[in-house]
């Protein structure tokens, strides 16, 4: 089964609205994990414009029973001096500027960010941290996170949600990703998604694209809790795992 991990930068982008600390980010982690979420994901970015810094820290005690994700740009902002205090479970490593409204597309593994990334993921290894690269559906780039010893990819999801929203070239688009974990997990890579991935194109993904260990979901989640609650969200994700097997 695909496991889900719950991204809360959302709640957090909420509560720095406001200084009330409301809605509260630990909270949020303590309700998706008794509703049944594999892990929790967080992506504090330099500006602290939703997840701080502190919070990476307020939340590790609260996530000790689960699987904690830390996405982040490792050449940006304190995201690799947090790796030996905090030491989660996994680190996703993803390829945005400070700027960035969101994660918008996987690492060009080129020969200089390969060389800037090795050293990056065996720091991640040697603190037994799981590392996974945030990368496109392609084979080339695929095969060249496994030979830079990432333990993992994070294939990014945001042009099939897309392609599932507009009904073009949907099929195609479908074939390249199950391909490219189809061809990860052939070489021993984990395979991960995320980005735009929703109720509605949940399922289609998850029974077309195999093997996928886990994705990480946020921003419609969190829509999906303003209508029917954080619990009930969560639970509605985690049924439509199950159902894909």
């Not at 500006?47 to 689960?66: N, Q, T």
């Amino acid at each position: 089964m695909t496991h889900l991990s719950v991204n809360l930068n959302k709640i957090a982008l909420i509560r720095n609205a406001r200084s009330l600390d409301i809605p509260n980010v630990i909270k949020a982690a303590k309700t998706c994990i008794a509703a049944g979420a594999y892990g929790i994901t967080i992506h504090p970015r330099p500006d602290e414009r939703h997840i701080r810094y502190s919070d990476v820290y307020d939340l590790k005690p609260v996530v000790s029973s689960v699987e904690y994700n830390i996405e982040g740009n490792p050449f940006t902002g304190k995201f690799m001096d947090l790796m030996p205090d905090i030491r989660p479970t996994q680190a996703t490593l993803v390829p945005d500027m400070p700027g960035a409204i969101t994660s918008d597309h996987g690492w060009d593994l080129n020969p200089e960010n390969c060389q800037r990334l090795i050293p990056v993921i065996n720091k991640l290894k040697s603190l037994g941290i799981r590392a996974s690269l945030f990368v496109d559906p392609v084979i080339e780039t695929v095969e060249m996170a496994k030979k830079i010893g990432a333990d993992r990819i994070e294939l990014y999801t945001e042009p099939f949600a897309s392609a599932f929203a507009s009904k073009k070239n949907l099929e195609s688009l479908t074939a390249k990703f199950a391909a490219a974990a189809k061809h990860a997990a052939e070489i021993g890579l984990g395979v991960n998604a995320g980005h735009d991935l929703s109720l509605d194109n949940l399922g289609f993904f998850c029974k077309n694209v195999k093997p996928v260990m886990e994705v990480s979901i946020g921003h419609a989640l969190i829509a999906d809790a303003i209508d029917m609650g954080l619990s009930d969200a969560v639970k509605e994700y985690i049924k439509i795992l199950e159902d894909c097997g």
